[in-house]
């Protein structure tokens, strides 16, 4: 405000001085133009003067007075706006012309010259002149010079103005330059700030598109409305619609939801989200029809879209199929079960095995003390000792169904294995069974219940393949596969194949490279399981089992199991026993929870003239061991069972006695035949095993072993 005033101020200053100035200069002039007319005038009057002199003289000359007065006269009234009066007076006085105007001057000046026209003529010309004329021609040029200052002063202040305009205006122009500019900065800011905005935005577009088809659950937004603005590909795949074709339609026609018991729409649930603003997740009974008729048991939730105002302007809907997932839940619980009953079947096989335990032990004593009196008491004792093996083949088919651990390894007979397993597993059934074994057939290393429950699986899922009846075959023979030997020199170590075919329907070519599988099953209410199971035994004993292709009918497993290296005859107890020395010698302890085990353990071996200490768990059998070292008699050998119901069992014990003696030697006993720790007792701590129930025979036999290589 202050610069604008003091700009004004200068600006009519200046033009004042100019104004002074100009006033100034014009007076002055006019005042010099004035006195210039004056002089121009006067001069004028002197030349016009001689002029007349001149005339007048020449007609003097003449004499012709007459003339004179003529040309006076005429002069005078053809100069009369000039001319106020002319006198031509001789010396003496005497007129000879003149002139005189009737309008009296304003002003005027005269001029006089003295003629000579003769030796003794002499006279005098007078001229009265009117300044009147040139005043108003002196007037009339400074009126034009005052208008031409005037004019001047007009177009200077006129440009004064001008410029002053034309400044104001580059000023505003600049400002408004300035403006503009900064208009222009500030936009093309916002402009690169909408720009990184806007690619910020695609950013994040690319980021939810990429995160949604990323995503593994179906995802469906709608609007306030329940119109579809939003899904992935996942939601496309479950509903069979495409996203272009779904934006707009109402959720319910997109995405059928049912419940699973009821059959009930549940499009209420979204519009009580829409309502409420609160998220509901649902519980796992909803069913999805898709476009396409497909049904699908689904888990879902919804949840509301806010605004940045808090207000619901939509719903997120997610979820997935869970259908595969019930069938897994399905398969895990008769998994679990199966596992339950398995856990149940080797506690029952572990107790019974006890009690045959003690009953075998009884009867080997019974028929000791009887021998001296009657043989048919010794016949009868013998049938019942039948009878308990029998039982332990029982037991140990519950131990196999229990689904062990790693193989007890050793040479088993083809033959025997192969009977024993189709008599369990074709027990009451309607299917024959025709068993062929190649002469000269090796024998093979492995488990023999585990062995049994891989064949019992097999000629099981036969048998279920065969509803109508058919026949299983069941044969053996040596087999040298191509390649090197397991140690990288000569050829491949022998193996034996066995090979179990049906007469079934065969199993389809598009299924026979999942059968092994966990979980897969053919079958409507298996549980596939069997099967992985089979494989893994086989894979732990060494071997390999396949599906053989290209089959017409039936289906034929091949297995492949290593082959013992010398002939050897089947492990019973009959064929491997040794003669028992008479003499006996030395002192073991017993370790066993079981008060008949105990008992059976005392009397058989104290039969064999061995002195015996029992213990009930591990912590009395090592006080046991502590305190006959410390009085000098120490055991011989000890005795332990594996498993010791809430105490310390056979592996905790040998360690701790193993600290107290390193040279002890130890054997241990379990009702579980398929402990990792029978399967290969010396990496253990333990020079050998005993499989309950045992025949005496056969634990004199491992006691004797040990006692004469100490």
């Known amino acids: 405000m202050t610069t604008t005033i003091m700009s004004r101020f200068r ?72 001319v106020v009066s002319i006198r031509l007076t001789t010396a003496n006085g005497f007129l000879l012309g003149s002139f005189e105007r009737d309008a009296k001057p304003h002003s005027s000046f005269s001029q006089s010259v003295a003629i000579s026209y003769s030796y003794h003529g002499h006279a005098r010309l007078e001229v009265v002149r009117d300044l009147l004329p040139m005043e108003r021609e002196i007037r009339a040029l400074g009126n034009q010079i005052m208008a031409a200052e005037f004019l001047v002063l007009v177009v200077f202040v006129y440009i004064l103005l001008i410029n002053r305009r034309r400044k104001e ?39 939810l598109s990429v995160t949604l088809r990323s995503i593994g659950d179906a995802v469906i937004a709608t609007n306030c409305d329940l119109k579809v603005a939003l899904m992935n590909r996942v939601a496309e795949k479950l509903t069979g619609w495409h996203q272009e074709d779904a934006l707009g339609r109402p959720l319910c026609e997109v995405c059928c939801l049912q419940d699973a018991a009821s059959g009930s729409c549940r499009d209420e649930i979204f519009h009580k989200v829409v309502e409420q603003g609160m998220t509901n997740i649902m519980e796992e009974n909803a069913v999805l029809y898709s476009k396409d008729g497909q049904v699908h048991r689904i888990a879902d939730s919804a949840a509301p879209i806010f605004d940045r105002n808090s207000v619901v302007v939509g719903v997120v809907i997610v979820f997935r199929d ?7 839940r399905e398969i895990m619980s008769r998994a679990q079960k199966l596992e339950s009953i398995g856990v149940l079947a080797g506690g029952i096989a572990h107790d019974f095995n006890n009690i045959l335990t003690a009953i075998m032990g009884n009867v080997f004593l019974a028929k000791s003390s009887a021998a001296a009196f009657s043989k048919e008491i010794v ?73 049994q429950q891989v064949l019992s699986n097999l000629i099981i899922n036969a048998t279920q393949a065969m509803s109508d009846g058919g026949t299983i075959f069941l044969s053996a023979e040596n087999f040298r596969p191509a390649g090197k030997s397991t140690s990288g020199y000569g050829d491949a170590d022998p193996m034996v194949r066995i090979q179990v075919r049906d007469t079934g329907p065969g199993i389809p070519a598009d299924v026979s490279d999942r059968i092994f599988d966990p979980y897969f099953s053919t079958k409507k209410k298996g549980h596939g399981l069997g099967l992985a199971i089979t494989h893994s035994i086989i894979a732990k004993h060494g071997g390999t089992i396949t599906l053989e292709p290209g089959q017409e009918s039936g289906a034929v497993f091949s297995i492949l199991l290593p082959a013992a290296m010398a002939e050897a005859p089947e492990e019973t107890a009959h064929q491997q026993a040794q003669e028992i020395p008479a003499d006996g010698g030395g002192r ?105 129930p045992f025949q005496p025979e056969d634990l004199l036999r491992v006691v004797h072993k040990i006692l004469r290589q100490s």
């Open 322 to 328: 869970i259908s595969e997932e019930l069938k897994v």
């Open 379 to 451: 016949s009868r004792l013998a049938d019942a000792e039948k009878g308990c093996m029998r039982a332990r083949e029982l037991t140990q088919q519950l131990i196999t169904f229990a689904k062990g651990g790693a193989p007890v390894i050793k040479s088993l007979s083809v033959k025997s294995l192969l009977e024993e397993a189709s008599k369990f597993a074709l027990h009451g059934s309607h299917i024959s069974c025709t068993i062929t074994v190649a002469d000269e057939t090796s024998n093979i290393l492995g488990d023999s219940g585990q062995l």
């Open 169 to 207: 205006l580059s000023e505003f122009l600049a400002h408004e330059k300035e403006v503009v500019e900064r208009a222009h900065h500030d936009l093309r800011q916002e402009m690169e700030e909408r720009q990184v905005l806007q690619e910020a935005l695609e950013q994040e577009k690319e980021r």
């Open 588 to 692: 073991i302890l017993v370790m066993d929870d079981d008060e008949m085990a105990r008992f059976v353990f005392r009397q058989v071996l104290e039969q064999a003239n061995l002195r015996v200490t029992t213990a009930r768990d591990g912590e009395e059998a090592v006080a046991l061991y502590q305190k006959a070292m410390a009085a000098g008699d120490p055991f011989d050998l000890a005795l332990l069972d594996l498993t010791i119901p809430g105490g310390m069992g056979g592996r905790e014990t040998i360690t701790l006695l193993r600290e107290l003696d390193p040279k002890i030697r130890a054997i241990v006993s379990s009702g579980y035949s398929n402990d990792p720790i029978l399967a290969a007792p010396q990496q253990y701590g333990f020079s050998a095993r005993v499989t309950k």
């Open 11 to 82: 600006f009519w200053l200046v033009v004042a001085v100019a104004v002074i100035s100009f006033v100034l200069w014009g007076g002055w002039l006019v005042g010099r133009y004035q006195k210039n007319m004056e002089q121009q005038f006067r001069g004028q009057a002197a030349r016009e003067l001689d002029l007349i002199r001149f005339l007048v003289v020449h007609e003097l000359q003449k004499e012709q007075y007459q003339s004179i007065k003529e040309f006076l006269r005429q002069w005078g009234t053809r100069h009369s706006e000039s």
